[in-house]
């Protein structure tokens, strides 16, 4: 898999920049090839390049001044220079002000792959360290992935397996699910996590640019096509694309589409010829595929090629057990960002009722958005139900018996609060001492309260704990 793609050779000598055009776009990288160092310059200012293949010795600039420029624009480049007989001092100082490497001319092209493939191998293993040093922290996508409940782990289970292979997922669930946090646990999980991540939303790319976005176009492909450009299949080269939105493509780009998972190359629009690429795909989608491929939006064949592996990201009705440890995470992060002095320490009992009570039809992003407000608008040490938005003590109570129950109407006439409240907080109490067969130590533990609280809203609400085990 190329780490790099992109290389600008300056040289003052035409037959030089001929030869190394020649060869390496031979080689599968995007070259320009340029006279002088000001030229050099002036190019890597315009667009991006991976490596710099310099002179020593140029007209206008020289070299090494070249490369202190460029090594001071874009810390990330990776420079070899070039020096003639007689020149090799120079050729050491530019190594000494940091170019990776140098080649004597005259040199056979072999030479310079095999510099460009050591240097390939230097950044792949920076990249590595890198993404090692980011699964360890705590702050990294892995560690957004937070969650106790069966479901989740049963996703996480298939994601620990499916990550070394290189096979096609899609992952299906209901927006603010966190699809793809899943998509990233995948990559960072595969050989291919020291290479890019690509993300792309389908749905928010106009029909008419999506083919060029997703397969790049040739210069003059279309209106505004002043030069070519690299697509995102290219951009992930070696990586991984995610896909989400899927369903939203329009037939012509499937078509393309079902070209690179079948054949691994594109074609970028407005080009005739054909370029390989090495690039996983995970799709994503909140639509059901199947009944779109019925209707006759969705190729058959994309789906089922797609389809290899399912993923079904649970909502967050069906991991309610998930709840308090999201919204403690979403507290921390957001005394961090909105430098909350003192911090929220945590939540009243009854904010904690009504969070679990909730039906969250916006999932966990709805969840963020909610503690991200309650952040902002508490008082004091501890999230009220007042710093909580306001659907959430009117919205309907998703139950099994009544999955399309309202509070409103549970409650009739009373609209007290408090009452509300506190009628929630003794169910959940009851509930957990029939779960835990009246041991209030575990029950305690499950409600997320101490033994003491517990013990004193045992008393308070006159329940008898022993009742409540025969029951469950």
Aim: aromatic residues 6%; charged residues 30%.
């Amino acid at each position: 898999m190329p780490v790099f793609r992109s290389i600008l050779v300056a040289d003052d000598e035409p037959s030089i920049r001929h030869v190394l055009t020649l060869v390496l776009t031979d080689r599968g990288y995007d070259v320009r090839a340029v006279a002088d160092g000001d030229e050099a310059l002036r190019e890597m200012a315009a667009r991006p390049y991976d490596v710099l293949l310099c002179d020593v010795r140029m007209p206008k600039k020289d070299g090494l001044s070249v490369l202190r420029q460029a090594l001071a624009d874009h810390p990330a480049l990776t420079v070899v220079v070039m020096s003639a007989y007689g020149s090799q001092e120079q050729a050491l100082e530019a190594v000494a002000a940091g170019a990776y490497d140098y080649v004597q001319k005259p040199f056979k092209p072999e030479e310079i792959a095999f510099v460009l493939r050591k240097a390939e191998e230097r950044e792949r293993l920076v990249r590595e360290n890198r993404r090692l040093h980011d699964t360890q922290n705590p702050l990294a996508p892995l560690g957004l992935i937070l969650g106790e409940s069966g479901s989740l782990q049963a996703v996480l289970k298939q994601v620990a397996k499916l990550a070394p292979v290189d096979t096609t997922v899609l992952i299906s669930g209901e927006s603010g699910t966190g699809k793809e946090l899943i998509a990233r646990e995948l990559h960072a999980r595969s050989r291919r996590a020291a290479m890019p991540f690509v993300a792309v939303n389908c749905g928010a790319i106009p029909a008419g640019l999506i083919e060029s976005e997703l397969f790049g176009h040739a210069k003059g492909a279309f209106t505004d096509a002043r030069t070519a450009r690299h697509g995102l299949f290219s951009e992930a080269d070696g990586g991984t694309l995610f896909l989400d939105e899927v369903g939203e493509l329009p037939l012509s780009a499937q078509v393309k589409l079902l070209r690179v998972l079948q054949e691994g190359e594109l074609r970028p629009v407005g080009e005739n010829r054909v370029e390989k690429v090495d690039v996983r795909v995970v799709a994503a989608t909140l639509r059901d595929l199947a009944r779109l491929v019925e209707k006759g939006e969705f190729r058959e064949d994309l789906y089922y090629r797609l389809n290899v592996v399912n993923l079904r990201m649970p909502p967050l009705r069906e991991r309610r057990e998930d709840i308090t440890l999201l919204a403690r995470a979403f507290i921390g992060r957001f005394n961090r960002e909105l430098n909350r002095d003192p911090p929220v320490q945590g939540m009243s009992p009854e904010a904690e009722a009504l969070l679990t009570a909730y039906g969250w039809p916006g999932n966990v992003r709805e969840l963020e958005n909610a503690m991200e407000r309650a952040v902002l608008l508490a008082e004091d040490a501890l999230i009220q139900p007042a710093n909580l938005p306001e659907r959430l003590w009117t919205a309907p109570v998703p139950t099994p018996s009544d999955p399309g129950g309202n509070r409103m109407q549970q409650v009739g006439t009373d609209l007290s609060l408090k009452r509300a409240i506190r009628d929630l907080e003794e169910s959940f109490i009851r509930a957990a001492l029939r779960r835990t067969k009246g041991n209030r130590t575990r029950a305690a533990e499950v409600l997320d309260i101490s033994h003491r609280a517990l013990l004193y809203k045992i008393k308070e609400y006159g329940i008898d704990p022993d009742a409540e085990a025969e029951r469950g």
